[in-house]
């Protein structure tokens, strides 16, 4: 079994992309058809292939943009651990923006702070 860390089995390492957005892109052209993600629904469980994901991924990240979003500037996702998490991260990574994480149960206080110590718009 190869180890998700070897570098040499892929023949990829760390230098070879630019951008979280730049590895995304790469790993979903490698096999866009592959199933890239589990996820449970009310029937049971579902799963999306990576073209699928980047589809969404892609809505995301031009919706961000055509709001305004700038390189590296910090937004905000609050959301408990599901499938729509993971999007809007993604999305928000390859639009070039930084996610900012708010827990749905924070006080508002607790979420002042993150948001003004993060400068999240």
Same mark, same amino acid.
């Given at each position: 079994?190869?180890?998700?860390?070897?570098?040499?089995?892929?023949?990829?390492?760390?230098?070879?992309?630019?951008?979280?957005?730049?590895?995304?892109?790469?790993?979903?052209? $490698? &096999?866009?058809?592959? #199933?890239?993600?589990?996820?449970?629904?009310?029937? =049971?469980? @579902?799963?999306?292939?990576?073209?699928? %994901?980047?589809?969404?991924?892609?809505?995301?990240?031009?919706?961000?943009?055509?709001?305004?979003?700038?390189?590296?500037?910090?937004?905000?996702?609050? $959301? &408990?651990?599901?499938? #729509?998490?993971?999007?809007?991260?993604?999305?928000? =990574?390859? @639009?070039?923006?930084?996610?900012?994480? %708010?827990?749905?149960?924070?006080?508002?206080?607790?979420?002042?702070?993150?948001?003004?110590?993060?400068?999240?718009?």
């Amino acid at each position: 079994m190869t180890r998700w860390d070897d570098e040499s089995a892929r023949g990829l390492s760390a230098a070879t992309f630019r951008s979280v957005a730049d590895l995304w892109h790469h790993r979903v052209g $490698s &096999t866009p058809d592959g #199933e890239a993600l589990t996820y449970r629904t009310r029937g =049971g469980w @579902a799963s999306l292939t990576w073209r699928q %994901v980047d589809r969404r991924v892609q809505m995301i990240g031009n919706a961000l943009l055509a709001f305004g979003l700038t390189p590296e500037q910090r937004c905000a996702i609050v $959301s &408990t651990t599901r499938l #729509e998490w993971i999007l809007a991260d993604l999305g928000i =990574g390859c @639009a070039g923006g930084a996610p900012t994480t %708010v827990y749905p149960h924070s006080t508002p206080d607790d979420v002042a702070v993150v948001v003004h110590n993060s400068a999240t718009v």
